[in-house]
C-alpha cells in the first residue's frame, strides 16, 4: 500500500473509533467533544509516527551493510 | 473561524464556572446545614475571621471539647493495641447518639479504664514482692539450714565469701549461728533480700566497707527472671543473706541496702516455721495470680466493646470538629442572631445545595429559611475541574506544574493522549509494552480492592497512575511495531523486507550493502537494518528528524491554545501581537526545517539541511548549489528570514504602547484614580470579595514583562526544539540496553549446550529487562515526557497561577487524613 492509501486507512480508523465511541458512551455534547478531540488527537499522533517512518525509508540515502555475523 | 465559535463548550477544557454564594443561617440551624453542606461537599468557605486567632473565636469551646473527646478516643486505641485486643468493628450497630452524650460515655469509659490500670498495677506490684519474697524464703532458707546442720563448704549452692580471713573464724561464726535463740539477741544476726544480680557485687564490696569485714556474705542467684516490682521489668535476681552483729551494723546495713534499691525480707531462722510461710506465700500467691486474670479479663472484655465502637465515635468526633472549625469561619450579623457565611461553589452544584439547606431548616424545625445568594466578586475564583477517575491522573500531572488560572485552557485535554505518545516514542519496544500492559490491567482490574486497602508509597502512585500506565502501554506497543522491535528482535509480521542482495550470491553485502528494489516496508521500520552496520547512522537520522517534527508540532499546538485563550477573553491585543508574531517567528524558522526535512525525504535529495539553515542566516544571498531542494528555495528563504526579523520587535513592543494607550482611555480625565467604592451595603460585611481593589498602571513593569516574555520566546524557540532532540536519544537509549540485554545476555547463554547455563542465562535476562528495561527506563522516560510538556509545550500559553477549589467535604477531610 503506498503512501495515500495508508493515509486513507488511518482516517478511516479514525472515523470509526470516534463513531464508536460517540455509541458507546454518549454523554452529552461537550462529552462527546471531548471524547472526539481525544481521538482525533490520537489518531493524528500515530499517523504522524507511522507517516514519519514510512517517508524516511522512502527514498533512503544508505542502505543496509550486514555485519560479519551474518 | 465561525466554525470553533460554534461549537460546544469542551469538556475539562477550562475550569467550571463558580459563583461566590452568601448565606445567612439562624443560628439553630447552622449546625445542621453546615453537616449536610459537609456530606455534599461542594461548598469552599472562605474564612471571614482570618484575622482573629484560635481563641477569639466563637465556638472555640466546642472545637476544645471535640479535641479532648480525640485525645480519649486516641487514648483508647493506644490501650487496645497495647493489650493486643482485637476488635471486629461493628458496622451495624449504628446507635445514633449525640455529640454529648458521646461526651459523657466517653469520659465514663476513660476513668474505668484508668482505674482497672491503677488497680492491676498495684495487684501486680504486690505479686511480684511475694515472688521475691518465696524466692528469699527458698534460697535464704537453704543457708540457714545448712548454717544449722554444720555443713561446711560442701554445699556447691554456696558461694564462700572470701572476706573472711581464716577458717576458725568461720566456723566459730557458723557456730555462733548454730545456737538456736531467737535472732534479736545481740550475738550474730542476719538480714535476707534479694537483690538486682548486676548490682550484687558492688553491693557486697559496701557493705564489707561499712561492716569493716565484721560480716559474712552469702549469695545464690535466684534462677530466673523476676519481674522487679518497681521498674516492672525482668531482671536477673541474686538472693543474699548478711550475717552481722551489733546494733549499728544493722542500720547501716539496711540504709546500704535502701540504697542499692535491694528488698529485704525477714526469713524465720526454724525450718518448720520457714516451710509454713512458704505454704502461706504460695497460697497468696495463686489468689493473687487468680485475681490479676480476671482483672485482664474484665479489662479486655470492656475494651473489645469500646472497639467496636470507636471507629464510628473517631468518624463522629472527626466531622463535628470539622462543623465546628467551619462555623468559626463564619460571621454573626448585628442581630446576633444569624450567622453569615460566604463561599464558592460551581454554578452547577447551586440547585443541591439550595435542597440541601432546605433539609437542614427542616431538620432543626428552624422557622425562619436559610437565605443563600449570589454575590459579585473582583477576587479570582477557584479553579475547578470534575474529573473522573481516568481524568484524574492527567489533570493532578498538569496540577503538579501549576493549577489552571480560572478558565484558562487546561492542557491536560491534550496531555491525556500526548503524553503516553511521547513516553511510548522513546519507549518504543512492543514486548516492553505488553509487560506495562500487563502490569496496568493488573491493577485496574483489582481496583476496588486495591482501593480500600492501604497501600505503601510506591504502591499508591502507581495504583493512582494505573489508567496513565494503560496508555502508556497501548502507544508504547504501537510505536515498538513501529520501530519493530520486541525485545530488540525484529519481526516480518507486515511483509517482506523492502531490501535484497544486490547480485544472486549475496556476495558484496559486507561492503556495499544490499539494495531496495521495491516499496518501502508498509509499517515501521524494516526488519533487514536490525544488526546491519550501517543501523546506528539511519536509525540516528531517523530520530533526529522525527523528534524535531513532533517537537515542531507540540510547540505550535501550544501557541495555537494560547490563541484560543486570548479569544475566549475577548483580548485582541494579545492576537495582534503576541499570538501572530509568536507563529510568524517560530514556523518561519522552525516549521521551514520541517519542511526542508519532509521534502528531502520525499526527493532523496542529498542536501545538507545543517548547511542550508546555517547559511540561511550567515549568507542568505549566497547561491545553495547542490542544497537545492527546491526552485525558488533562496527567495523563500530570505523572506523567511524578513519575516523572522519583523517578527521580534513586533512582539516586543507594541503590545505596551498599547496597553498604556487603552490605560489613558479608560481612566481618562480621573486623575487620582479609582476610590475603593465606598457604596457599600449597609449590613456591612467586612472582608467581603467585593472589595474593589486599585491598581496601578506601571508603564515600565509592563515593557518589562513583555521584553522578558519576548525574550523568552524567541531563545526558547531554538532551545525548546533542541530539546525535543531528548525523544531521540532515550530512545536510541533503550534501543541499545535491550539489544545488548538480548545479545550478550540470552543469546550467549542459549549458545551452551548446558541446560544450567540456559536457565540461569534467562533468569539473569528476566531481572535485568525487569528491573533496568522496565522500572528504570520507565520512570526515566515518563520524567522526560512529563518535562516535555511541562517546559516546552505548557511553557508556550500555560500560566498555572490559580488555586484549586477545596470544598468543604468530610469525604475529602477522610482521605486527608490518611
Known amino acids: ?70 | 473561524m465561525k466554525f470553533f465559535n460554534d461549537l460546544p463548550p469542551m469538556d475539562h477544557f477550562r475550569s467550571e464556572s463558580m459563583s461566590l454564594v452568601q448565606l445567612i443561617m439562624p443560628v439553630e440551624s447552622a449546625h445542621h446545614a453546615v453537616s449536610y453542606l459537609g456530606e455534599l461537599g461542594l461548598l469552599q468557605f472562605k474564612d471571614l475571621n482570618g484575622d482573629k486567632s484560635p481563641f477569639q473565636r466563637t465556638f472555640v469551646n466546642q472545637v476544645k471539647r471535640c479535641g479532648e473527646m480525640s485525645r480519649k478516643l486516641r487514648f483508647f486505641a493506644d490501650q487496645i493495641s497495647k493489650a493486643g485486643v482485637t476488635t471486629f468493628p461493628n458496622p451495624d450497630s449504628e446507635e445514633v447518639i449525640d455529640l454529648e452524650q458521646l461526651e459523657i460515655r466517653l469520659s465514663e469509659h476513660e476513668g474505668e479504664l484508668l482505674e482497672m490500670n491503677r488497680n492491676s498495677e498495684k495487684l501486680q506490684q504486690t505479686y511480684s514482692e511475694l515472688l521475691e519474697f518465696k524466692l528469699v524464703l527458698l534460697k535464704a532458707g537453704r543457708f540457714l539450714g545448712s548454717a544449722q546442720n554444720h555443713l561446711v563448704m560442701a554445699e556447691t549452692e554456696l558461694v564462700e565469701n572470701i572476706y573472711s580471713i581464716k577458717n576458725e573464724d568461720r566456723l566459730s561464726l557458723l557456730e555462733q549461728s548454730m545456737q538456736p535463740e531467737p535472732s534479736n539477741k545481740a550475738g550474730l544476726r542476719f538480714i535476707s533480700g534479694i537483690i538486682c544480680k548486676s548490682k550484687e557485687l558492688t553491693f557486697e564490696r559496701m557493705l564489707f566497707r561499712a561492716t569493716r569485714g565484721n560480716m559474712f556474705f552469702n549469695q545464690a542467684p535466684a534462677g530466673e527472671q523476676v519481674m522487679d516490682p518497681v521498674s516492672g521489668e525482668m531482671v536477673h535476681k541474686t538472693v543474699f543473706v548478711v550475717f552481722f552483729s551489733g546494733d549499728q551494723a544493722r542500720s547501716k546495713i539496711l540504709r546500704i541496702c535502701q540504697a542499692f534499691g535491694a528488698n529485704c525480707y525477714p526469713v524465720p531462722e526454724e525450718n518448720n516455721k520457714q516451710r509454713q510461710l512458704t505454704h502461706e506465700v504460695s497460697l497468696r500467691l495463686s489468689e493473687l495470680e487468680a485475681t490479676l486474670d480476671a482483672g485482664t479479663c474484665h479489662r479486655n472484655k470492656a475494651l473489645a466493646s469500646i472497639g467496636s465502637q470507636l471507629w464510628n465515635w473517631t468518624i463522629m468526633v472527626k466531622k463535628e470538629k470539622a462543623v465546628y472549625d467551619t462555623l468559626n469561619m463564619l460571621n454573626f450579623d448585628v442581630t446576633k442572631k444569624c450567622l453569615v457565611g460566604e463561599g464558592w461553589c460551581p454554578t452547577f452544584a447551586k440547585p443541591q445545595i439550595k435542597e440541601a439547606l432546605h433539609h437542614a431548616t427542616i431538620h432543626s424545625n428552624s422557622q425562619v429559611g436559610i437565605i443563600f445568594h449570589d454575590m459579585d466578586s473582583s477576587e479570582s475564583p477557584p479553579t475547578y475541574f470534575r474529573t473522573n477517575r481516568f481524568t484524574n491522573a492527567f489533570q493532578e500531572i498538569v496540577d503538579a506544574y501549576g493549577v489552571a488560572r480560572f478558565q484558562e485552557a487546561n492542557p491536560a485535554v491534550y496531555s491525556v493522549i500526548t503524553f503516553p505518545f511521547l513516553f511510548a516514542v522513546m519507549f518504543g519496544d512492543w514486548g516492553h509494552g505488553l509487560c506495562l500492559l500487563f502490569g496496568s490491567l493488573v491493577l485496574i482490574l483489582r481496583e476496588k480492592k486495591l482501593g480500600s486497602q492501604k497501600l505503601g508509597s510506591f504502591m499508591e502512585m502507581a495504583y493512582g497512575g494505573r489508567y496513565v500506565l494503560l496508555l502508556m502501554a497501548l502507544f508504547s506497543i504501537y510505536c515498538g511495531l513501529i520501530y519493530n522491535e520486541f525485545f530488540s528482535v525484529p519481526f516480518y509480521i507486515f511483509g517482506e523486507s523492502a531490501y535484497k542482495c544486490r547480485n544472486a550470491d549475496c556476495s558484496d553485502v559486507h561492503t556495499a550493502g544490499l539494495i531496495k528494489y521495491r516499496d518501502p516496508y508498509p509499517f515501521g521500520v524494516d526488519p533487514k537494518w536490525r544488526g546491519s552496520r550501517s543501523e546506528l547512522p539511519f536509525l540516528n537520522s531517523l530520530k533526529m528528524k522525527m523528534s524535531i517534527l513532533l517537537g515542531v508540532s507540540q510547540m505550535n499546538l501550544g501557541i495555537i491554545l494560547s490563541y484560543f485563550d486570548a479569544k475566549f477573553h475577548a483580548n485582541p491585543l494579545d492576537i495582534q501581537y503576541q499570538f501572530i508574531p509568536q507563529m510568524i517567528f517560530l514556523n518561519s524558522l522552525f516549521g521551514y526545517l520541517a519542511l526542508l526535512i519532509v521534502i528531502k525525504w520525499c526527493t532523496g535529495s542529498q542536501a545538507d539541511l545543517y548547511h542550508v539553515m546555517i547559511y540561511m542566516f550567515l549568507d542568505p544571498f549566497g547561491d545553495l548549489g547542490e542544497n537545492q531542494l527546491f526552485w525558488g528555495q533562496k527567495e523563500l528563504q530570505i523572506l523567511l528570514l524578513i519575516l523572522a526579523i519583523v517578527a521580534v520587535p513586533w512582539m516586543l513592543f507594541p503590545k505596551p504602547f498599547m496597553l498604556k494607550k487603552q490605560q489613558t482611555e479608560r481612566f481618562q480625565g480621573r486623575t487620582y484614580g479609582i476610590l475603593g467604592t465606598s457604596e457599600m451595603d449597609v449590613d456591612h460585611e467586612p472582608d467581603s470579595a467585593r472589595h474593589q481593589h486599585h491598581e496601578d498602571f506601571n508603564f515600565s513593569e509592563v515593557f518589562v514583562h513583555q521584553m522578558i516574555h519576548s525574550i523568552e520566546f524567541v531563545l526558547g524557540a531554538v532551545s525548546n526544539t533542541a530539546s525535543y532532540l531528548r525523544l531521540w536519544a532515550l530512545s536510541l537509549a533503550h534501543s541499545e540496553l535491550s539489544t545488548v540485554f538480548y545479545e550478550k545476555l540470552l543469546l550467549l547463554a542459549w549458545g551452551y549446550d548446558n541446560i544450567v547455563i540456559r536457565i540461569t542465562g534467562l533468569v539473569v535476562f528476566a531481572f535485568a529487562t525487569a528491573f533496568v528495561l522496565l522500572m528504570m527506563e520507565t520512570l526515566s522516560a515518563l520524567l522526560h515526557a512529563l518535562r516535555l510538556h511541562w517546559v516546552e509545550f505548557m511553557g508556550k500559553f500555560y500560566h498555572g497561577d490559580g488555586y484549586k477549589f477545596r470544598p468543604f467535604s468530610f469525604k475529602l477531610l477522610a482521605d486527608e487524613e490518611d
Do not use: D
Not at chain 1, 473509533?17 to 471524547?35: I, Q, W, Y
Open chain 1, 1 to 70: 500500500m503506498g503512501f495515500w492509501m495508508t493515509t486513507i486507512v488511518f482516517f478511516l480508523l479514525g472515523l470509526v473509533a470516534s463513531a464508536s465511541v460517540r455509541l458507546c458512551c454518549n454523554r452529552g455534547p461537550s462529552t462527546n467533544l471531548f471524547h472526539l478531540t481525544l481521538i482525533i488527537t490520537a489518531t493524528i499522533c500515530c499517523w504522524m509516527m507511522w507517516a514519519i517512518v514510512y517517508l524516511a525509508q522512502l527514498k533512503p540515502l544508505i542502505v543496509p551493510i550486514l555485519s560479519e555475523g551474518e
